[in-house]
């Protein structure tokens, strides 16, 4: 595939920006795993992020999250540069989930969403040593907090479970109540429908619905084509660590591009192509 890429540019987003990430570069010795990657996502907004195995889609939420220093590149949250460590990126407003399960396995349901608070708590050692009022009245506050969030997620009834005991959709729903319990004002989600099946699949895309209608935009890879442009209000391509295209479901579709990458060679009436392609 020629490495010289021209990317198409999607419509400026309306609402105000959260995220600008603008010119992401990562390398690892020779290898170019994230290549000038420039994205938005503004309030409100749910952007989708596909590209074929190892077209760099984790690696830039790593660096996106602190996990990785970029070697070139800005990333802002809220016209601020973020520094590049994790707890800093979640305490500035940017929460997320892991392709791969991340729950401490041997901890009730409320346990883990519990953690997920740490960033948003103030009290120290002395005053978790002595216990104190404010202690009392913030210990009160997120057992609260992460009880609302079980109900939001459906899993309130199982707060006293350990979590390696969950059916697997409802782990991935509990490491997105632990996620929100940080309060994030964007939520990146690493493959949120891996392993579902068909029901597991429409309630997840229900609950980012639900998650985007309390105000938190929301950034997402997925293989699930159809589950994504059913989902989101703009879409990216990564193909070789590179941006290729962005914009709406029928842009994207029918971009010759993406269907060269995914299918490996352009097929005759592209269009239709590559809409059976996301609809399977």
Known sequence: MNTEMTTTTAPAPTGTTLLDVRGVTM?????????????????GEIIGLIGPNGAGKTTFFNCLT??????EGTVSYKGNLLPPKPHRVTQAGIARTFQNIRLFANMTVLENVLVGRHSRTKEG???????????????????????????FTGLAAKADHLARNLPYGEQRKLEIARALASDPGLLLLDEPTAGMNPQETRAAEELVFAIRDRGIAILVIEHDMRFIFNLCDRTAVLVQGQKIVEGDRETVQNDERVITAYLGAPLEGTG?????EADQ
């Open 27 to 43: 390398r690892f010795g020779g290898l170019t795993a994230v290549n000038n990657v420039d994205l938005t996502v503004s309030e």
């Open 125 to 151: 050692l002395f005053s978790a040593i002595l216990r104190g009022p404010g202690y009392r009245r913030a210990e009160s506050e997120s057992h609260d907090r992460a009880m609302e969030l079980l109900e």
């Open 66 to 71: 602190g996990l990785y220093v970029p070697t």
């Open 272 to 276: 239709a192509a590559a809409s059976t």
